[in-house]
């Protein structure tokens, strides 16, 4: 089962253009979208999970027309939103127990083995009792996984699921995803690279709605091989090397700036080359020098890794 | 200026933006400009039909003041959504991180939406300005001089004011509460508070004073004025010259900082998120270690996990039903959710709505029948429903659209919708489940009812529960039109996606539209959303016909509902559809073939149940617009009008036959007229008046004659329904009641009436004397012609719990059957209610003394005086032409009253007797007050003669007040009490203008002993006619022991609108001291033309419930537009 996305464009009546011609295929197995805040990740993750219509394009999963037959498609759906809420004067588990019916779970028993199962799963179960209006953020996280994951989809969506988690609960969460991906497609958007890099075997980014790159990670990296040129610098050298050469992301480390720039040969002048990870392949591609885009927005990529969105 | 007062004014300016950029903003507003012209628009219709100039800025107060109440439903939206933006959208930890001020925070909120307010509010005395410019028509006669101090004052202080202290309140109830429903609980609370203040301090209590304080809006205080102001002021003063008006300005001013300073104070940055109510700490405490232990366990996350890694997810596969069973289950579970949350919001109300419930409906159980407390069966109390009084009906109206809001907007106020949409549950699911849980939750509150009113029995003493009847009417009759509105209410919500202009919408289509659409002609119950023909309830006939009408009506709008409920269905919003036009993209998508089967079902349901009801009210019956009354009266006097005047023949005997098909709801009345011509000349042609109400067949002339002219359709109504006398003689009683206390009672007054009256005016005129209980919920009663119809509320008084220790039922039988001698006499004139019921009520004095005594005589008159504490002007006519119930039943009255102790109960009789002797035959011309006047001025002594003319000719208070009085024992053991006192006496006209008369009058000066246990006055040391001049003088009279109380006319014989500063109390000489009465209340407040009452002491008004009529009796058929009139009828008329 493949999930194909054709040509999905869609404008907001605020004129903002969210997603521009996208088209992916997407197979079993754990699919990474990575893009920046705003570039239309979650719009296109909102539209796979039926709760938007694209303007034109079309979704199939499987043999089910996504945009046609909704329902058929949310029987196999498991979707965490990038930011939600919960009812605050309801206790997990009973709220767990009101999605399991929702979701289609109707034998009483075969319900609360279930519940107990995901409870456990995420470890809610000590505090199963306890009115949700009190759950930290990563608790509540934890418990929109085991809505996802109840009635076993197979069709995944996972909006920024690590963005209020903890470095260990990250792990934990994104192991649960992997194993999830050996039989279900599971669509992963994040703006962390990391994400992407430890887990999933294909990925794409995405960026002010367009698709700028689909590849698989590995492949990705081995690509920009000897391409990647590394200077540390003072800050104030910096507009001179930006006018020099093509420069790609910019870190601080102790004190002082290490530019990445992209060139074919060594540029010389106190680049050193470095070996390449995902992270060269973002910003590479952001900056213009992969998949196609025109390299005039290098200057205003370089605050390299952002910060994830405060919750609206 | 410094930087705390720049963040304020930039919080205000910000707010104030905001608000204003809001679409929902000017949408509520544009919806309240609806009430707002329809309001001023029946004013100015008014202000033409009662002659009151529409620019009279009494008139423009009260107008503006009913806005700014109307207007609170538009100002809890903006005040709620100012107090709790931030919480709801999450933006609080940034506004409260942020370098402000707790004051200059919430101050800022306040005053931006304060500012809103007052500005949106300028509208209300535009739109009563600009309106007459639609009217070209109405001329200055209509409108009177503009004057800009009218609208000015009307704006700020009035406006303002209120909109300054509603906003406070609401501001701070949603701020303390956290959400928005706060604020409408306020705006809930502040309409509450004028009922409240109206219905129990200024009505029941009688304390005017106190509620022209208390009520926040000032609307008691512009009542009063509007009562006590002569014609010419209400036309031209203005309102700010009132003093209680500006002493309720300020203290509702300084009650509305009062509460901001209170929220200021109990508000905490950061919200309450960790804050533990009070109710869950002690649960909190008992879970301590494991709470712990669990908190900790829910920190630590994945984390515990990923050490030992990694335990295969193990989700069990279990089997999911989607069919038909698992949609069952799902909507079983929405309804089951929705109903959970709305019982958690709502739960906390579940008593204190019991405690008012019970307590209104025992006030009214106490205070329905002129303070006489009711019987508490339980059709009485249930009674409410039948037509519902504001205040439930407000609670019952808004109770569903409330909670359909917070239904439909449960998940994304929970900003969980992503989660649940995402779910697969079927649109149509939802929708039903959602509708389920409101109708439960619906059945629920008319649950708590049926307990209230269980309560309110119990309490009362009564266990004969009737509980048939509380199913019959709670949970039937009154459930569906709820359970509609609910349906009403949730489409509206869906279909106009903003809760608080969703709630708006649908009162606006619930009461709005119908109070709209008769001033544009629409009228037609099936026009009217949610219009039906009412039903009644009485133990004596049941339901009667009304059930099948009720049920088709709304069977009619239920169905129309469901249409509503279908296009609703279309549009339900799931997920993040945002924009209008994919929403319609997606409704479109939606509309299938098993859509248009199901409108074509409701549509049909719609023609078929609108026509079957259309043929009942127009073709089975006749079908008349409200307009229709003048314009066929205007007609008949055009065609008709000439024939005013022409010699006609007398009507001099009658014979009827009538017969009455109750199961058909049908009469055939056949008659004979006798007429005689007592002219001069030959009469050749004869009008015969007829009734379009009903079907008249062939007219007989007894000899023979040609109709000249048919006009059936402006004919008028000439049948008068009295039955013939029966034969036989003897006195018979029929009854049908089940208290046999009352009708002992009732028997008692009618024997010893019959008596005493017998023997005071002359026999009996009639054979028989019946007194007849009929199917009505009210308490009024007619006499007739040897027989007294009552309604059903007068069987259930309850004498013996009446706290004022009178004997209403016995006194108002009395009163009845004063009515078969006093009452054919008169002329249709002015002063003909002089002739009737003062005198009826005059004579029921004599009964009342006979049977109880003169000390339980003397609490039935202080009972009658209490309507004096009504606030009333002045100005007035004379009893001579008393034609108001007033004057009617309580100032004639106690002026025969007072005359009988002037001049002596015989004296007065033999008046009376000559009265009727002379008037004895039912033929003009017949007898006026002035002709009873000429009879009382006959009997009484030159000495008095000033007296019937004060009381009667001239419309003249006395002013009478003792301002001390001092005792000294003589050495012979007697005591000498001087009283100085000051009197006035004062004509008021029509209009108005006092003129101060010279007095030298007798009034009547006592002097009482110490109050025994159990009296409420000592026993009278003194009490006589003294002279009494205007202004102050000393009066000393000497009395065989102490005296404890004196004053000046004690038992109040002369009309005084301050009855109680008549008498004081008389300090012991031994004891010096100088103490106030502690009868007399020290603080009072003064308004013209009125009095105030001591504390603690109650009173009633005389409410026209119980006010007896003679002149017209009415069937007691309730005739409906569908089902029931009368149909087949003839008369035949012979000469």
């Known amino acids: 089962m493949e999930l194909h996305i054709r040509n999905v464009s869609k404008t907001y009546s605020s004129g903002v253009q969210a997603l521009k011609d996208v088209t992916l295929t997407i197979p079993v197995g754990m699919y990474g979208l990575l893009g920046p805040n705003g570039s239309g990740k979650s719009t296109l993750m909102r539209t796979i999970a039926t709760l938007q219509e694209p303007d ?28 939600f809420g919960l009812y605050p004067k309801v206790s997990a588990e009973s709220l767990l127990d009101h999605f399991a019916v929702l979701k289609g779970i109707a034998e009483r028993r075969a319900r609360k083995e279930v519940v107990e199962a995901l409870l456990r799963q995420t470890n809610l179960w000590e505090v199963r009792k306890q009115k949700l209006g009190g759950y930290s953020g990563g608790m509540r996280q934890r418990f929109g996984v085991a809505v996802a994951l109840l009635g076993n989809p197979t069709l995944m969506i996972v909006d920024e699921p690590t963005a209020g988690l903890d470095p260990a609960e990250r792990v934990r969460f994104l192991n649960l995803l992997s194993e999830l991906g050996e039989n279900s497609v599971v669509l992963l958007s994040t703006h962390i690279v990391e994400d992407v890099s430890e887990l999933c075997t294909r990925m794409a980014i995405i960026d002010r709605g367009e698709i ?24 104030s050298a910096l507009p001179e090397v930006e006018r020099e050469h093509a420069v790609i992301s910019t870190k601080l480390l102790a004190g002082r700036t290490v530019v990445h720039v992209h060139a074919d040969a060594s540029p010389g002048g106190g680049f050193e080359p470095v070996e390449p990870d995902l992270e060269d392949v973002y910003f590479t591609t952001m900056a213009g020098h992969h998949g196609g885009r025109p390299s005039t927005r290098i200057g205003s990529l370089r605050a390299g890794r952002e910060q994830p969105e405060p919750t609206a | 200026m410094n930087v705390t007062t720049m963040k304020w004014l930039e919080i205000v300016r910000f707010e104030l933006i905001y608000q204003f950029r809001r679409r929902s903003t000017w949408f509520i507003f544009a919806l309240f400009l609806f009430p707002l012209i329809g309001v001023t628009n029946d004013d100015l219709i008014d202000a033409r039909n009662r002659e009151i100039l529409f620019h009279a800025p009494l008139f423009i107060a009260k107008s503006s003041v009913l806005m700014s109440v109307i207007a609170l439903l538009v100002l809890a939206g903006v005040a709620g959504d100012a107090a709790t933006r931030d919480v709801r959208t999450r933006m609080e930890p940034l506004m409260h991180a942020a370098p402000i001020g707790r004051a200059a925070y919430i101050g800022g909120r306040f005053f931006g939406a304060f500012a809103m307010a007052a500005i949106l509010l300028v509208v209300v005395p535009l739109v009563h300005m600009l309106l007459p410019l639609f009217h070209p028509d109405l001329g200055a006669e209509t409108l009177g001089p503009f004057r800009t101090a009218a609208y000015l004052q009307a704006y700020f202080l009035l406006i303002v004011p209120n909109a300054f202290a509603a906003t406070a309140l609401m501001f701070a109830l949603a701020t303390l509460v956290r959400h928005t429903l706060g604020s409408y609980v306020g705006a809930a609370l502040v309409f509450a508070g004028v009922q409240f203040n109206i219905d129990f301090v200024a009505e029941t209590l009688g304390r005017w004073d106190l509620a022209e304080l208390l009520d926040s809006t000032g609307l008691i205080a512009l009542e009063v ?65 494991a709470g712990r232990r669990a908190a900790g366990a829910g920190a630590g996350g994945f984390e515990g996990a990923v050490t030992q890694r990694s335990a295969p997810v193990a989700v069990p596969r279990v089997p999911r039903e989607l069919g038909t069973a698992g ?33 209104a409906i025992l006030g009214e159980l106490n205070t329905m029948g002129a303070g006489t407390p009711v019987l508490p069966t339980t059709g009485r109390v249930l009674g409410p429903f039948e037509d519902t009084p504001p205040p439930i009906e407000i609670l019952m109206l808004m109770l569903p659209v409330l909670l359909a809001g917070e239904v439909v907007w449960r998940e994304r106020d929970a900003n969980m919708q992503a989660l649940a949409d995402a779910a697969p549950v079927p649109d149509g699911v939802r929708f039903v489940g959602k509708l389920l849980g409101l109708w439960l939750m619906i059945v629920a509150f008319h649950g708590l009812l049926m307990l209230a009113g269980v309560v309110s029995q119990v309490v009362s003493g009564w266990y004969d529960f009737d509980f048939a009847l509380y199913f019959q009417i709670l949970f039937g009759l009154e459930l569906v039109d709820p359970l509609v509105s609910g349906l009403l209410a949730l489409s509206v919500h869906v279909l106009v996606n903003q809760k608080h202009v969703g709630h708006l919408v649908v009162l606006l289509l619930i009461v709005g539209l119908n109070g709209f659409a008769p001033l544009l002609g629409i009228e037609h119950p099936l026009l009217l959303y949610g219009s039906e023909p009412g039903w009644r309830h009485s133990p004596i006939s049941g339901f009667g016909p009304f059930v099948g009408p009720v049920l088709w009506f709304e069977l009619y709008w239920a169905a129309w509902t469901l249409l509503l409920a279908l296009v609703a269905r279309l549009f339900w919003v799931r997920g993040v559809e945002r924009g209008m036009g994919e929403r319609v993209r997606i409704a479109r998508r939606r509309f299938t073939g098993q859509t248009v089967g199901a409108f074509t079902a409701v549509l049909g349901l719609i023609l078929l149940v609108g026509g079957f009801i259309f043929y009942n009210t127009n073709i089975l019956n006749a079908y008349h617009r409200t307009t229709e009354g003048p314009e066929r009266q205007a007609e008949y006097e055009r065609s008709y009008g000439r024939y005013e005047g022409t010699a006609q023949p007398e009507l001099t005997a009658t014979e009827l036959n009538v017969e009455i098909y109750p199961d058909r709801r049908e009469a055939d009345v056949r008659g004979v007229h006798h007429l005689v011509n007592r002219t001069a000349r030959p009469i050749d042609t004869i009008h015969v008046a007829v009734s379009s109400q009903v079907e008249t067949g062939g007219i007989e002339l007894g000899r023979p004659a040609r109709a000249a002219l048919v006009d059936d359709d402006l004919g008028h109504r000439i049948y008068v ?36 009256f017998t023997e005071r005016f002359g026999p009996y005129p009639y054979k028989v004397l019946r007194m007849v209980e009929y199917p009505a919920a009210g308490g009024s009663l007619h006499a007739e012609s040897s027989a007294i119809w009552y309604q059903e509320l007068f069987s259930l008084f309850d004498p013996a719990r009446d706290p004022r220790r009178i004997d209403l039922p016995f006194a108002v039988t009395a009163h009845e059957v004063a009515h078969q001698w006093w009452g ?18 005059y004579s029921a004095m004599g009964v009342i003394e006979q049977e109880y005594g003169t000390e339980h005589l003397g609490r039935f008159l202080g009972f009658m005086r209490r309507s004096y504490l009504t606030p009333r002007s002045r100005a007035d006519v004379p009893l001579l032409r008393a034609a108001d119930s007033f004057l009617a039943y309580r100032k004639g009255p106690f002026a025969m009253y007072a005359l009988r102790e002037y001049v002596g109960e015989e004296r007065v009789d033999v008046a009376l007797r000559r009265l009727r002797a002379r008037y004895a035959v039912p033929e003009p011309p017949f007898a006026t007050s002035l002709d009873l006047y000429r009879e009382l001025q006959e009997v009484t002594p030159d000495s008095l003669q000033y007296l019937p003319g004060d ?115 008389v300090p012991d000489p031994s004891s010096r001291s100088n103490h106030e009465a502690p009868g007399d209340l020290p603080l009072r407040v003064r308004l013209p033309g009125y009095a105030v009452s001591r504390p603690g002491s109650t009173s009633q008004s005389w409410s026209s419930s119980l006010s007896c009529r003679r002149q017209k009796t009415s069937l007691p058929t309730h005739v409906t537009a569908t089902t029931s009139s009368m149909r087949r009828s003839s008369s035949r008329a012979s000469r």
């Open chain 1, 56 to 83: 034109e394009g079309s979704i199939r999963l499987g043999e089910l027309d996504v945009l046609r037959q909704k329902d058929e498609v949310r029987q196999t759906l498991g979707y965490l939103p990038q930011e």
């Open chain 1, 212 to 235: 700028l790159l689909e590849a698989e990670p590995l492949r990705a990296v081995d690509e920009l091989k000897g391409r990647i040129w590394r200077r540390v610098i003072d800050r």
């Open chain 2, 225 to 289: 004025m509007a009562r006590t102001w002569s014609p010419v002021e209400l036309n031209e003063r203005l309102i700010g010259s009132e003093g209680a008006l500006l002493w309720n300005r300020l203290l509702w001013l300084a009650i509305a900082f009062a509460v901001l300073v209170l929220t200021y104070r109990r508000f905490h940055f950061g919200g309450n998120a960790d804050a533990v109510r009070w109710w869950q700490r002690g649960r909190l405490r008992v879970a301590g270690p």
């Open chain 2, 327 to 359: 949609r069952v289950r799902q909507t079983l579970a929405i309804a089951r959710d929705s109903l959970r949350e709305m019982a958690t919001v709502w739960s906390w109300l579940v008593v204190p709505f019991l405690l008012l419930r019970v307590a």
């Open chain 2, 721 to 756: 329904l009295e039955e013939p006398l029966q034969p036989g003689d003897s006195l018979r009683l029929s009854w049908q009641v089940r208290h046999d206390l009352n009708v002992q009672r009732m028997i008692r007054g009618m024997e010893a009436s019959l008596e005493q």
């Open chain 2, 824 to 841: 054919s006499q008169g002329a249709r004139v002015e002063g003909l209610a002089l002739l009737s019921e003062s005198l009826a009520w």
């Open chain 2, 951 to 1065: 009381l009667f000719e001239r419309n003249t208070f006395w002013e009478l007040e003792t301002r001390q009085a001092t005792a000294l024992q003589t050495p012979g053991g007697e005591w000498q009490v001087s009283l100085d006192v000051v009197a006035r006496k004062v004509v008021v006209d029509t209009v108005g203008a006092e003129t101060d008369v010279p007095m030298d009058d007798l009034v009547e000066i006592g002097v009482f002993a110490p109050a025994e246990a159990g009296e409420g006055r000592g026993k009278p040391l003194h009490l006589a006619m003294h002279r009494v001049r205007t202004g102050p003088q000393t009066i000393t009279v000497t009395v065989p022991q102490r005296p404890a109380r004196a004053g000046i006319d004690p038992r109040h014989l002369l009309i005084d609108v301050e009855p109680d500063d008549n008498l004081v109390d």
